[in-house]
C-alpha cells in the first residue's frame, strides 16, 4: 500500500535517497538561518524589539540544519549537492516572494513594510514546515534514530507559526492590516506553486535512485497535482488567516539546544 509512512520509511532506509532527502532540508535549514541572522541585523529602530526573537527563529533554523546534517553523519554519510529544481528557498526568492537577498547582504535598515513582508513569508512558509512536521511526528515520533530529532524540529516549527500570528497580528492592529492580508495572498499562492513543483522535482530525483516503476512514479506524481488543485481551489486560505497562538510569546527566550545523539 501506498502512503505517506511507506514512502518516506522507503527513502530513509535508503543510504542515496536519506542522504538527498537530509541534504535537500539542511540547505533550506541553513538558508533561513542565514535570512533571519541578516533581518535581525537589519530591524528597523521602531521595531528593535523584535531582533531577539528573529535571531532566535535564525538559531532555531541553523539548529535544524545541524541536526539533517548530524543524521547523515550518523549513518556515515556526507551531504549531497542540492540540485537547483529542488531549492524550495531560491524558488521563492526567485518568485519574488520575501525579502531579496541582494537587499539583505546590503547595510541599509530594513523598513516597517519589509518587516510585515517577512513576517507573511514566513507566516506562509511556516505553515507548510508545520504540517509536514507535523505528519513524520505521526509517523516517526518513536524512530529510534529519527525520532528525537522529528520531535524537536516539529515544536519548533510550530513556535515559528505561533510567532508569526501573534507579530502580524500586532502590525495589522497597528494599521497595517491590508498590507498584511495582500501580501500573503500573494506569498501563498506563490507558495503552492512552488511547492508542487518542488514536490514534483524531489520525487522524480528520489525515483530515479530508488528505481520506481513508472506505475508508481506516475500515481505520485497525480497525487501531487491533487494536492495542488486542491490548495489553488480553496485550501491556500488556510495559510493566510490570521489567530491569537495559543503558544503566546513562542520565541521569547533562548533556542533550544539540539540533541546531543541526533
Known amino acids: 500500500m501506498l502512503s505517506a509512512k ?3 520509511q522507503e527513502i530513509v532506509d535508503n543510504d542515496d535517497s536519506f542522504a538527498l532527502f537530509c541534504s535537500i532540508a ?15 541585523a537589519l ?44 531549492d524550495y528557498t531560491m524558488l521563492l526568492e526567485n518568485n519574488g516572494i520575501g525579502l531579496a537577498h541582494d537587499k539583505l547582504r546590503r547595510d ?4 516597517v513594510q519589509d518587516i ?25 515520533a518513536d524512530h ?19 510567532y508569526c500570528h501573534e507579530e502580524l497580528l500586532r502590525f495589522a492592529y497597528a494599521g497595517h492590516g491590508r498590507a498584511i492580508q495582500r501580501t500573503l495572498r500573494e506569498c501563498a499562492l506563490a507558495e503552492i506553486r512552488v511547492y508542487r513543483d518542488v514536490s514534483l522535482a524531489v520525487m522524480a530525483h ?20 491533487a494536492v495542488y488543485a486542491y490548495e489553488r481551489a480553496g485550501g491556500w486560505r488556510r495559510m493566510v488567516s490570521l489567530r491569537t497562538p495559543e503558544r503566546r510569546d513562542a520565541l521569547g527566550g533562548p533556542a533550544s539546544p539540539e540533541p546531543e545523539a541526533a
Open 144 to 162: 529510534p534514530d529519527l525520532g528525537r530529532a522529528v520531535r524537536m524540529i516539529s515544536d519548533d516549527e510550530d513556535n515559528h507559526l505561533a
Open 206 to 225: 528520489m525515483g530515479r535512485i530508488l528505481g520506481w516503476p513508472g506505475p508508481k512514479a506516475a500515481v505520485l506524481a497525480a497525487g501531487i497535482h
Open 43 to 86: 530591524v528597523p529602530e521602531t521595531q528593535r524589539a523584535l531582533a531577539p526573537k528573529i535571531t532566535r527563529h535564525g538559531a532555531d533554523e541553523d539548529k535544524h540544519g545541524r541536526i539533517f546534517n548530524a543524521l547523515m553523519k550518523k549513518r556515515g554519510l556526507e551531504p549531497v549537492p542540492v540540485p537547483r529544481d529542488t
Open 26 to 40: 539542511a540547505s533550506g535549514e541553513s538558508q533561513g538561518g542565514w535570512e533571519n541572522a541578516r533581518i535581525a
Open 6 to 8: 511507506t514512502l518516506f
Open 108 to 111: 541599509e535598515p530594513l523598513t
Open 116 to 140: 510585515v513582508t517577512y513576517l507573511a513569508h514566513s507566516r506562509v512558509t511556516e505553515q507548510r514546515a508545520s504540517e509536514q512536521m507535523t505528519m513524520l511526528r505521526k509517523h516517526f
